[in-house]
Structure formats: C-alpha cells, structure tokens
C-alpha cells in the first residue's frame, strides 16, 4: 500500500463534486487528479477504467451509484474531493457527501444546461449552506453553450452566479478559455495531455464579450468592500490579488457562485480549475462550527477528536472500510478511539486516505481531512468516532427516506436461508436500503429510494454474497371494517362422552372512528357468564377479527359489547367461550355491512411544468385524487392521494413520461374504502391463493 503526505488544516480543501447525472462529474474528478499528478493515468468513464467509478455495478451501468472520494495535490495543498452519483435513485450517497463537505463544484453540461438532478443537488447544498462553484462541462461537445447554460444557472439556480471565466470558441471549436481575473487568454494546444496552454491576448472574436463580464466582475466583486468600492468608483481596476481576496470572502459567504468551465477529457480548463479551488473554496478551519454533544468544535489539531463515518464498503479480501471525515482533533495510524455510537473501543489500523479504489497509508490525519480505515468490529455508517471517555457525537446524515418496496424471495432454498444473514450487511453499506420479514404479507419486502437503487442492491448482492433473489410484486396490506351495527348470538356446544363443552354469549358490534382500532366492553350483569370466562369471549372476537370476513384481512376500527349468554357449571371452559366469541363475530359481523379497506399513499410529484398534463392524467388513472398544486420557477409539485396498490414501480413510469426530469416522494396517508370492484378483485384473488395452497 502507498504512503500519503500528510497536510495541514489549512492546506486542505474538502469538495464534493455534484450535478445531474452524465453531465461530466467523474470526467471532471479524473482530470483534475491526473493533471495534478496524484493520479498517474487519465481514465475514462466509456472504457471502464475511471479513477473513481469501479465497481461492477458502476461499471455495468455506466454511472456513478456511490460516493467516491479521490485528492489532488496543487500548490501545496491537498483537494479532497468527493464523486456522487448523478441519479436520484442514490440521492443518499449525494447526502452523505454533501455532509462532510466544506464547498461544492456543481458541474453544468453546456449542452443540456441545468436539469432536475442540479436543481436537487442545488437543493442539498443549500439545505447544508456550503459555498458553492459552478464548472461548465463538455465544451468541446457539438452543440455546446456557455451563455445558454449559464442563463439557466442564473435563472433556476441562483442570481448570486458570476463568469470568471468565458470560453473562446464553443463545440469542436473549443480552444481556449479566457481568464477574468487576469484578462489573459489560456489558449489551449492540441494534443496536450496536462491542460498545458499559452498564456496569449484575447482574441478579437470574444473581446467584447470579455469586456463585458470582466466589467461585471469589477463591479461586484468591488460592492463586497467600502475600501474597494472606493477605490474602485475612482476609476481604478481592481487588481487580481485584490479580485481574488474578495472573491474568496464572496465564496466563503455565500454571496458569489464563480462560474468557470472547459473540457475533462481533453484536459482543458483544469489547471485554472485546480488553482481556483485552492484560491477560492474555503479550508476546514474555515467552515461553520460542529455540535458535537453539548458543546461547539471548529476544525483545530487541539480540539476534541470527532469524526464522522459517512459511508461504509465491505472489499473482499479487506473486510469493511470505514470513509470519515475529522472534524476536530487528530487521528494517528494504530491510535484507539471511543465509538460514541457504539460505546465500543476501535483500533486504527493502517490508518489511510482514499484514491478511488486504492488506499494510501498515512501516519496521522490532521482537522478536517478525510480518511478511510479497514476492519473496524463496532462501526457503521453515521457513527462517531471520538477520543476514549469522551462519548459525545456529531450531528448524522439525514439519509433521505426508502419509499420504494419490492418483495424479494430466495431463488433456492439455500438463497432463502442466507437472506437473514446478507440483508443486515447491505443495510450497513447502504442505508438507504432496507429490507426485512413481513409476517402479515408472508413476504420479505426490501426498500430503497428508487428502483433501479434496488435492482442494483440486489445485482451487489448476488456478486458479494452469492446470493440471488427473484422479485415480485409486494402484497398489499388491506384491512376491512363495519359499517353498520347489529348484534347476535354465538354458541359451542359439544358433547361427545366424559365431560362436553359449553359456551354461550350475546355480542353487539358497532363502527368506530377511523384508526382507533379495536375496543371490548363487558356489560354482562348478573352473572349469566362468570367473570373469568368474559376475556376468552373477547379473545376469540380478536382471533376471528384478524381473519375477516370480506376477504380475509383483518378488521379493524369497531366496537365489540358482550352483554348476555349462559354457562353450564360442569362443561364451560375458557376454550369454549372463546370458540363462542369466535362464532358470535362471525355471524354478526356479516350483518354489519363489512367493507375493504386499502392503503392510501400520499404522493408528492414534482415536475417541470411542461409535463404537467401528463403527470395529471397519469395521477388520475390511478384513481389518485389531486389534493393541491404547488408551482415555483417552472416546475409544480403536485400532491395527491393514491391507492398504495396503484403505485408499483410508479418510478419508472414517472421517469419514462418526464425524462428522468421529475421526481417523487411519498408516505402513508392511512386507510379508505376500497370501491367495489377492488374489493371483488380482491376478494378474488385470495380464494385464489388460498385455493392453490390446499391443492
């Protein structure tokens, strides 16, 4: 394994790389660290040989499906930087990265402009409030637009968006970018492997245009500071130290989102890039302080020792590698450390920093860097680690919810046994993915934030663990209730030599409020049935009631009174109460005009707004009922309430009638009644079931 440097708080920059998916994030990672040096090769995404796009899912889907972390070294300083995948399906691996970020480069195609995956990206950055740059992606592609991408920035992104850079030329003509700052021309030469270019004049055909944005430049950059502004309306230009000082505060506070762009593949525009981070994003000791228990830590080697574990990999061969980032303190190769999380004692073993699939060992890792450790027993993603006899945590990683459900069944016996054991182990690599035993549906049911995040859970596990599932639909879980009140007899008498059994009792049952369950009432008087018989009674209700009477779902919200029946002193026993209980409920509860229930999801769609219609009628033909329409820049979200049994796989259709531009989030909303040809349906399909598993 390879020895790291070690670096400075100060001379670190910790960036994750963010934007709609195949818009250029990887290419860009890749650039960078092969143009700084700390990558000896420049891969590529298409071939299948990315720094950090590597493992076999990755790789059969061509996308990013997990954070990645890899570093450049420039100007003496260390770039963390973070890949994430692009498709919403991941979103909790984009999270996890945003977390232990202290800035972003959102990366822009110029020629598809802004989409929903960089509107949500602009989302999380904005939801963490880490300072943010744009990088303009594939202008050497045919088609390619900075002023076009740039407008979309400006007009769905943020005002606050500034060109430091200009392109000279666009698509195949793409040779050069035009600096701001300096107002020089990088003039790029063919062939180049390391982003070398020419510092030149600017060329006449963009001279106007620079003007223009160079003026723009000044002029906000000077309203940052009296003293500038000052200076600045005496009809003095800035200068570059002075451009670049403010421009990194502007950064640092939000204020400013610096626009740049060029071509990875090709190398172009990198080394501008590398210095602008290093010059603009701010250092750890410079992001927002950290709660951590009861108190606040900024990132400083002589605070308190907190890290935070934001993703968990298990390697064959290796065992589990646990990513964290330190937030205060430092951590030494073979040092031990308290997991807060666990109460549990770690040792640091080849303590290292991360390069896309390889580890490079390090002696120690100052505030604020990020590293990577193998085997830890007790850690897992979101736990912190701190120094022994100071348990105290860092704030978590709000992982976004797992709303969609498949069932998933062994597709031999041994792959049924091993699920138990394998499922607990993808939660912990991802836990976003969750899967377990559903006792009512008879199913193991797994969620995930989309399906093809599922598909590709399930392709992980049949490789690490040799385990392969089949899919199907989940069931539903329907319940049933009464609608009417009615009450009646229930009756067990047998005899049959020796001592018989008795038992007989009077119900009444009567609908109750919406989710207020189940509720008993003992009215017997007189003793016509002793005490210690009255709970059997109940007991056989409550049996008969999980059985149903509709379609055999449990029945839920009434009312149960028992309030008459007669004992035999010899041959009553609990047994046959409760068997009497069980009689009574299901002969009353046929004259209570029993109805199905089904589950009710309340779906939130939020979409541009030129598919509006179609998401509409789609909803409709679901029998979804749209509650409100919420519209802002373009895109509306619409809010409905759906049938739970209408809405599989409802991510690839959304993604099938949008684009991939819209996106959805969803929750149990409660119960309704089912109309009547659902409930035959049903009714139905479980004699049906029922029929084939007594043949």
């Not at 003496?76 to 498709?87: A, H």
């Not at 300096?182 to 600017?202: L, N």
């Not at 993808?426 to 934030?449: K, M, Y």
Request: aromatic share 6%; charged share 25%.
């Amino acid at each position: 394994m390879a020895s790291a440097k070690e670096y400075a708080t100060e001379r670190i920059r910790n960036v994750v790389v963010l934007g709609h998916g195949g818009c250029g994030k990887t290419s860009l990672i890749d650039a960078l660290c092969y143009v700084a040096g700390t990558s000896k090769r420049q891969g590529n995404v298409a071939e299948g040989h990315a720094l950090t796009m590597h493992t076999p899912e990755e790789l059969g889907h061509g996308i990013s499906i997990q954070v990645t972390p890899a570093f450049a070294e420039h100007r003496d300083t260390k770039i963390n930087l973070l890949d994430t995948p692009g498709y919403l399906d991941f979103a909790g691996e984009t999270i996890s990265a945003v977390r232990v970020a202290d800035a972003a480069i959102i990366v822009v195609s110029a020629t598809s402009g802004v989409e929903v995956g960089t509107e949500r990206v602009w989302e999380y950055c904005e939801a963490r409030g880490i300072p943010r740059i744009f990088f303009v992606s594939m202008m050497d592609k045919d088609h390619a637009s900075f002023e076009r991408a740039f407008g979309e920035i400006k007009s769905r992104l943020t005002s606050k968006a500034l060109p430091v850079e200009i392109p000279v030329g666009e698509g195949p003509d793409f040779r050069g970018i035009v600096n701001l700052f300096s107002e020089r021309a990088h003039m790029f030469k063919k062939g180049t492997t390391k982003g070398e270019y020419e510092d030149a004049d600017i060329p006449d055909s963009v001279k106007e245009n620079e003007d223009r944005w160079e003026t723009e430049l000044q002029e906000t950059l000077a309203t940052t500071d009296e003293v500038l502004l000052e200076r600045y309306l005496e009809g003095g230009k800035l200068s570059r130290e002075e451009l670049i000082e403010a421009m990194h505060k502007g950064v640092a506070a939000r204020d400013i989102s610096p626009v740049f762009c060029g071509a990875a593949p090709l190398t172009y525009g990198m080394r501008a890039l590398l210095d602008k981070i290093v010059e603009l994003c701010p250092n750890p000791t410079e992001a927002s302080p950290e709660q951590f228990g009861d108190d606040e830590i900024v990132a400083a080697d002589g605070g308190p020792l907190a890290a935070l574990v934001f993703k968990t990999a298990a390697e064959p061969h290796v065992g589990e590698l646990s990513f964290f980032r330190v937030f205060s303190g430092t951590m030494s190769n073979g040092a031990e450390v308290m997991n807060a999380s666990a109460g549990q004692v770690e040792k640091l073993n080849h303590l290292s920093v991360p390069m896309g699939k390889e580890r490079h060992e390090v002696g120690a890792l100052h505030a604020g860097d990020i590293g990577v450790v193998a085997k830890l027993k007790h850690t897992h993603t979101n736990d912190t680690l701190c120094a022994k006899g100071k348990r105290a945590s860092v704030e978590p990683i709000a992982f976004p919810p797992a709303d969609i459900a498949v069932a998933i069944k062994g597709v031999t016996r041994a792959d049924e046994d091993k699920l138990g054991e394998v499922l607990p182990k993808l939660h912990e690599e991802d836990p976003t993915f969750s899967a377990a035993f559903n006792g009512e549906l008879h199913q193991t049911i797994a969620r995930g934030v989309g399906e093809l995040h599922l598909d590709i859970q399930l392709e992980r596990m049949a490789r690490k663990y040799g385990v392969n599932v089949e899919t199907e639909q989940p069931r539903i879980a329907y319940r049933e209730t009464i609608t009417a009140q009615a009450e009646g007899q229930g009756r067990h008498k047998k005899q049959s030599g020796g001592r018989g059994q008795f038992g007989d009792c009077w119900i009444r049952l009567k609908p109750a409020k919406s989710g207020t369950g189940y509720e008993f009432v003992n009215s017997i008087k007189g003793g016509v049935i002793p005490g210690k018989y009255v709970p059997s009674v109940d007991r056989g209700i409550q049996e008969a009631a999980a059985r149903g009477v509709v379609a055999g779902f449990p029945l839920v919200d009434f009312t149960a009174e028992c309030y008459d029946g007669s004992y035999h002193s010899v041959d009553s026993s609990d047994i046959a109460f409760k068997l009497a209980g069980s009689h009574a409920f299901k002969s009353v509860a046929a004259k209570c005009r029993p109805i199905l229930l089904e589950p009710i999801v309340e779906v939130a769609v939020t979409t541009p707004d030129e598919y509006l219609g179609d998401i509409m009628g789609d909803l409709t033909s679901r029998r979804g009922k749209v509650q409100g329409m919420e519209p802002a820049d373009g895109r509306t979200t619409v809010r409905a309430v759906v049938p739970e049994s209408e809405l599989y796989k409802y991510s690839a259709t959304l993604r099938s009638i949008t684009q991939g531009r819209a996106h959805h989030t969803r929750r149990v909303a409660g119960y309704e009644a089912a109309p009547d040809h659902v409930a035959q349906k049903v009714k139905q399909e479980r004699e049906a079931a029922e029929a084939a598993n007594s043949a």
